[in-house]
């Protein structure tokens, strides 16, 4: 059962911690580290660096907490937090993501575990045309549909996290929805609803 069900919660657990409750940090982690880890391992393949950034994320929160205001969301906060922090870390360590500012980097949309299961169940062909529809996508894209399918954020939320306003984020999703089907119908309508299904089940990544 979710330690955290809803915004309340949230406004609640989060003002504690606010108020010097350390506990409570304890539990956000335990709600919040998985989804952290799997948002994280689609910036970069270095698990440890993400492991890194999101220790550094809750420790940044605790020396910070008397300058932090309140909020409702707190998987929000921590999404940016995390993203904000390894991008940075990237682009120090020069990687080869190739980074050059907040709205320039690559992101993994076709790394989770379930995806991996699935294709093991199709053939060569089904799997070549799942990777050109997935290639045709810009990483911004890939970002967009995660965080809307995999993660179930609203329109709001993937706008923040993207930093764009509320239009430009429903116009990059619905640009990217339509860009796969056409890339899918153009080669094979019969599959194209498999493949939605498989592109967006849940993640189940792992700390």
């Not at 910070?64 to 940016?80: A, E, F, V």
């Not at 990217?176 to 299904?197: D, G, T």
């Amino acid at each position: 059962m979710p330690i955290i069900e809803n915004k309340s919660d949230e406004r609640l657990l989060w003002s504690r911690f606010l108020n010097g409750d350390d506990q409570v940090l304890s539990l956000i982690y335990l709600q919040y580290s998985n989804s952290l880890f799997d948002y994280g391992c689609r910036f970069t393949v270095d698990k440890h660096l993400v492991k890194d950034c999101i220790q550094e994320v809750f420790c940044t929160l605790i020396r910070t907490r008397k300058n932090l205001s309140s909020t409702d969301n707190i998987r929000l906060y921590l999404l940016k937090s995390l993203k904000r922090r390894l991008l940075r870390d990237l682009k120090s360590a020069g990687s080869k993501s190739t980074l050059i500012n907040d709205q320039e980097y690559s992101f993994d949309l076709l790394l989770t575990e379930n995806l991996d299961d699935h294709l093991q169940e199709l053939d060569e062909e089904k799997r070549q045309l799942l990777a050109e529809a997935m290639f045709s996508l810009t990483d911004r894209q890939k970002e967009a549909i995660y965080l809307r399918f995999n993660k179930g954020l609203e329109y709001e939320e993937i706008s923040f996290l993207l930093n764009l306003n509320y239009q430009s984020a429903r116009a990059l999703i619905h640009r990217a929805i339509e860009k796969l089907r056409e890339v899918i119908h153009l080669q094979e309508k019969k599959v194209s609803q498999v493949l939605f299904a498989i592109l967006f089940n849940d993640s189940k990544a792992v700390l």
